[in-house]
């Protein structure tokens, strides 16, 4: 058996268990939801994206299963060769009339969307500026797109506009969370938008935490701001409960997803039946504004008892950082969090910058008032003192 990669392994495993930093897989044996069972034990889940409660909806379900039955399971191809299908215009259709863009091409999900959508849109000639605090998979795009890399620091406008003025490149994109994915604060999306006009820049903006919570009609963070962006990428893998991504934008800049992103173009096809739980989620979602309605109450619940127990929180997204500093402190309170029932994983490093491992929090719609208490009670019994 060869061993090299095998002695590498155990090296890389052992420096990353000594930082408190070795990450374990741990499989839920129940469907995904509020009530959760893992380690044969029944947990209240605070770490889950479903945040309308429609990963375990039977409507998604039937809704996939006749599209199994009618169209199997793999798609066989990617869409460029004979992997196309009726279900992925289909979705791709609902995906831009949920967005009221004129157009939406989907992925194979938000990572695979992010790391296709700036290599399309830009090169070797060209400047990408990427908030500080920006998700992996839009730090992979950047560096997929080999164009030149500008960092500006975390939701300053300011900064960028200096940034920009600076910089020259063919053609230049800004690309930000709407919803920061650790943290749950927005982006100052208008201010960009001002900054983009002025100075002729692009503008990505990465929806995966605000569609289906914000907005007047659960559009995102654009919306909520009336901000227009050249690119909204939004995943239907959290709030809409299933899985894969689209980008939605013009038909033009659609197209050309098509043509040139490399994960659009190098991979298999969506099966269909996850694109027919998409479109069934798109649907559930625009007829049953009463989801996000309560994601908001529970916003509001676990922020005003968070505040009362001094911990700093924002009725502003699903997302609450509970930030404890060094790995190990994060760990250790989850495990005593947990064995008052609440399930809530550790975020450490390199997800989030260092001496910033958190509990991250996040409520759904399907969240009981009951069991949104239980996590505060839990919290106020441990007496949780947070990093400065
Ligand atoms: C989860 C997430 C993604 C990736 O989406 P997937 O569909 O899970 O691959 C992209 N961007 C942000 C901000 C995210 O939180």
Same mark, same amino acid.
């Given at each position: ?13 052992? %420096? ?13 044996? *129940? ?6 069972? %893992? ?38 191809? *990617?869409?460029?060769?004979?992997? @196309? ?51 992996? *998979?839009?730090? @992979?795009? $950047? ?33 930000? @969370? ?17 900054? $983009?006009?002025?100075?002729? %820049?692009?503008?990505?903006? @990465? ?14 963070? $654009? ?75 529970n916003?509001?619940r676990m922020?005003?008892g ?10 502003? *997204? ?45 409520v759904?719609?399907?969240h009981s008032e009951a069991q949104i208490d239980l996590a505060l ?12």
């Amino acid at each position: 058996m060869p061993a090299v990669a095998d002695q590498w392994a155990r090296e890389d495993l052992d %420096a990353l268990a000594r930082q408190g930093l070795r990450r374990a897989l741990e499989p839920l044996s *129940s469907a995904q939801g509020p009530e959760v069972v %893992a380690g044969g034990q029944r947990l209240v889940s605070f770490s889950s994206n479903d945040y309308l409660g429609l990963a375990a909806d039977p409507r998604l379900a039937r809704a996939a299963a006749l599209a199994l039955e009618s169209r199997g399971v793999g798609a066989g191809a *990617s869409r460029l060769v004979v992997g @196309d299908m009726d279900a992925h215009h289909a979705l791709e259709r609902a995906a831009a009339a949920l967005m009221g863009a004129e157009a939406a091409r989907l992925f194979n999900s938000g990572y695979a969307a992010n790391a296709g959508i700036l290599q399309a849109l830009c090169g070797p000639e060209d400047v990408v500026f990427s908030d500080a605090l920006n998700h992996a *998979s839009l730090v @992979d795009g $950047c560096r997929l797109s080999r164009a030149k890399v500008v960092v500006y620091p975390h939701a300053d406008a300011r900064a960028l506009e200096r940034l920009l003025a600076e910089a020259g490149g063919r053609r230049r994109v800004v690309c930000t @969370d709407a919803v920061f994915s650790m943290d749950g604060d927005h982006a100052p999306l208008r201010e960009l938008a001002e900054v $983009c006009r002025r100075h002729r %820049a692009a503008l990505v903006v @990465d929806e995966a935490h605000a569609v289906g919570v914000l907005g007047p009609t659960g559009r995102g963070l $654009c919306e909520a701001l009336g901000v227009e962006a050249d690119v909204r990428m939004a995943t239907l893998g959290k709030a809409l409960g299933v899985f894969g991504a689209f980008a939605a934008g013009s038909a033009e800049v659609v197209e050309l997803m098509a043509n040139r992103a490399r994960t659009f173009v190098f991979s298999t096809a969506l099966p269909a039946a996850v694109c027919a739980a998409g479109e069934e989620a798109i649907a559930v979602m625009r007829a049953e504004p009463a989801r996000r309605e309560a994601l908001w109450r529970n916003i509001r619940r676990m922020a005003a008892g968070l505040r009362a127990l001094g911990v700093p929180a924002e009725p502003r *997204s699903a997302i609450f950082p509970l930030v404890l500093g060094e790995p190990a402190r994060a760990l250790e309170v989850a495990v005593q969090l947990r064995a008052r029932g609440v399930l809530v994983k550790a975020i450490r490093p390199p997800t989030v910058p260092e001496g910033t491992s958190r509990l991250r929090f996040a409520v759904t719609a399907a969240h009981s008032e009951a069991q949104i208490d239980l996590a505060l009670e839990a919290l106020a019994a441990l007496e949780v003192r947070v990093a400065a």
